[in-house]
């Protein structure tokens, strides 16, 4: 499969800048996979399209300050945006700046001009600026005390309640990127889907690298996902198995959720050391803590998802792909055509699909 077939031109004017107020005030467009509808809502209007005992699947993981300046010895400007913990002071990280070669120290600045605060010594070298660095303290503690929360490259107005681009249950620390289809969500909303009998569960996976760029091969099958970590806990493995047995939709609420609970399928418990794969519905699910590289595009076979919360996604990425591989090529197309005549808002503070 070609790379350039997910590509699509989209108007500059239609790249969201801004949140909308109140998050559910978003518009919705419903795509239904057996007839081929679609349809104009609000965010707010979700309900609608739920049912009593539907499982909705969130990603609880929050966006940490990661993008920190730095110092080279000779005095050159370093930026660095953190993406994934090998260890405490262990981290994978982009950096910006020339020369940022193993065995450089670097001094990390409380701003972009600021005082020193810490060191960092640079281990590794990786493919278009992925760099290991070992901090002297916490990295994680250090972004909290010096960072600044890091905004997709094509949003240009700086945000003024950093809050915005995290979601209501942001709980657990570990994310370079938010996971955007749950910025849709408030309270109220959430209040009203509970009362209809909508049960909400909470996984974990920390926003990395393929995140941030475009799929550069040019066939689909030979990109390689960086790992990204996870977490599904056994109370949410038994909620979903127990969904499963009942008959129940399991809705994920974004691609990063579909891909913790995807990535758990491919453990068997019946057979963990076999290939072998059981019925989808004889399958039990597990609990899985750990990395993932799962790459999901058109072909592959879902085992747990039902349903899909998602925002529109940029041309050529990792997230298009999974959502085409969930509504199929040409539905997408046509959803995303209508979307851009219809002057929806795309990207992260952009509008919502529900595909179901």
Known sequence: MKTAEFDYDLPPELIAQSPLEPRDSSRLLVVDRGTGELRHRRFSDLPQFLHPGDLLIHNES??????????????????????????????????RGRGVRPGTRLTLLSAPDGVPVATAEVLEEGERGLRVLAFDRPAL????????????????????????????????????AAPTAGLHFTPDLLARLREMGVRLAFVTLHVGLDTFRP????????????????????????????????????????????????????????????????????????PFDGPTDLFIYPGYRFRVVDGLITNFHLP????????????????????????IRLRYRFYSFGDAMLIL
Not at 146 to 167: A, K, N
Not at 244 to 273: D, K, M
Not at 329 to 339: I, V
């Open 141 to 176: 503690e250090l972004a909290e005390r010096v960072g600044q929360t890091p905004l997709p490259p094509y949003i240009h107005r700086p945000l003024s309640d950093p809050e915005r681009y995290q979601t209501i249950y942001a709980r657990t620390p570990g994310s370079a």
């Open 316 to 339: 050529r990425s990792t997230l298009l792909m999974l959502v085409a591989a969930f509504c199929g090529k040409e539905l997408l197309d046509r959803a995303y055509a209508e979307a």
């Open 215 to 286: 799929v550069q091969e040019e066939r689909v099958e030979d990109h390689r996902m960086h790992t990204e970590i996870c977490c599904l806990s056994a109370e949410v493995a038994e909620a979903v198995n127990q969904a499963r047995r009942e008959g129940r939709r399991v809705i994920a609420v974004g691609t990063t959720s579909v891909r913790v609970l995807e990535s758990a399928a491919r453990v068997n418990v019946q057979c963990p050391t076999s290939n072998f794969q059981l019925p989808t519905s004889s399958f039990q699910l597990m």
């Open 62 to 95: 929050r966006v940490i300050p990661a993008r920190v300046f730095a110092r080279k010895p000779a005095g050159g400007r370093v930026e660095l945006l953190l993406l994934r913990a090998r260890s405490e002071q262990v981290w994978e990280a982009l950096a």
